[in-house]
């Protein structure tokens, strides 16, 4: 019964910002760590980044840090990744997915970790 589903994907230009939401439904939202991940063509799922359940931490990947943030509404049963200073290697389809757990373990990096998957959102960058 659980659902989430992204919004929020486009086309946009070279440097340009753009705001993904997820919004998700049949689960008590504050319980999951939240998380997003890209897919890029022709290339593996990447971890982008992660938020505990609180909104209180939140964890990026390296190349990313600047750029990109995530936050949560948890009254809105919401999860948003604000990206900023897009370039053409951003294009990807991006995902969110949620982990019911006890705290924001290492593991939170992994797919694996996660139960629940949104179906993805385009977001394509011109050059």
């Known amino acids: 019964q659980v659902k989430l589903v992204e919004s929020g994907g486009g086309l946009v230009q070279d440097g340009g910002s753009l705001r993904l939401s997820c919004t998700a439904s049949?689960?008590?939202?504050?319980?999951?760590?939240l998380a997003w991940f890209r897919q890029a063509p022709g290339k593996e799922r990447e971890f982008v980044a992660a938020i505990s359940r609180s909104g209180g931490t939140t964890d990026y990947v390296d190349s990313l840090k600047g750029r990109f943030t995530i936050s949560r509404d948890n009254a809105q049963n919401t999860v948003y990744l604000q990206m900023n200073s897009l370039k053409p290697e951003d294009t990807a389809d991006y995902f969110c997915?949620?982990?019911?757990?006890?705290?924001?373990?290492?593991?939170?990096?992994?797919?694996?970790?996660?139960?629940?998957w949104g179906q993805g959102t385009q977001v394509t960058v011109s050059s």
């Open positions: 049949g689960l008590t939202f504050n319980n999951y760590v």
């Open positions: 997915a949620a982990d019911l757990t006890s705290g924001f373990l290492s593991s939170r990096r992994s797919a694996r970790t996660y139960e629940y």
